[in-house]
């Protein structure tokens, strides 16, 4: 069978990307070590506020620029309402739901979570920009969905 020069070219370049691609995929994944968010633990969906550490939501400081955030989703709210962190503090955020699934995400991060009940959802993120940051939920829960926002304040 005869190929074609330009055919055999097309093929090989087409070999070369998919080789690349699946590098970069497993130097990502395994070199880097980036991966999707997993759950983190997991907990009694009715018993949120008197477990640790969700009976004390709040930001607390767990290292040399390192916070930890813990939040609590709840219908139609987050606690708390306000995150405040340093700029170029690395933020644990470490949230759960008592009721229904609720969405977080916070703008121009990429930060963009489910959070659901019975499970500890947990992700890192290091905010260099001072400002202030719209913390949505974007999975729609219930007739006070689109109410249900708060903020995150880097200083
Ligand atoms: Cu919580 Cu939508």
């Given at each position: 069978?005869?190929?074609?020069?330009?055919?055999?070219?097309?093929?090989?370049?087409g070999?070369?990307?998919?080789?690349a691609?699946?590098?970069?995929?497993?130097?990502?994944?395994?070199?880097?070590g980036?991966?999707?968010?997993?759950?983190?633990?997991?907990?009694?969906?009715?018993?949120?506020?008197?477990?640790?550490?969700?009976?004390?939501?709040?930001?607390?400081?767990?290292?040399?620029?390192?916070y930890?955030?813990?939040?609590?989703?709840?219908?139609w709210?987050?606690?708390?309402?306000?995150?405040?962190?340093?700029?170029?503090?690395?933020?644990?955020?470490?949230?759960?739901?008592?009721d229904?699934?609720?969405?977080?995400?916070i703008?121009?991060?990429?930060?963009?979570?489910?959070?659901i009940?019975?499970?500890?959802?947990?992700?890192?993120?290091?905010?260099?920009?001072?400002?202030e940051?719209?913390?949505?939920?974007?999975?729609?829960?219930?007739?006070?969905?689109?109410t249900?926002?708060?903020?995150?304040?880097?200083?």
């Amino acid at each position: 069978m005869k190929v074609h020069t330009y055919e055999r070219a097309f093929l090989g370049l087409g070999a070369v990307v998919l080789a690349a691609c699946l590098g970069a995929l497993f130097y990502g994944s395994l070199g880097l070590g980036i991966h999707l968010p997993t759950r983190a633990g997991r907990i009694d969906p009715a018993r949120v506020a008197a477990t640790p550490p969700f009976d004390q939501p709040g930001v607390r400081q767990t290292g040399p620029n390192r916070y930890e955030a813990v939040v609590v989703a709840q219908i139609w709210s987050f606690t708390p309402a306000e995150i405040e962190v340093p700029a170029g503090g690395e933020v644990t955020f470490t949230m759960t739901s008592p009721d229904v699934i609720h969405g977080f995400y916070i703008e121009r991060t990429r930060v963009n979570l489910m959070v659901i009940p019975g499970q500890v959802t947990r992700a890192s993120y290091r905010f260099d920009r001072p400002g202030e940051y719209l913390l949505l939920c974007h999975e729609y829960c219930g007739v006070g969905h689109h109410t249900m926002q708060a903020k995150v304040v880097v200083k």
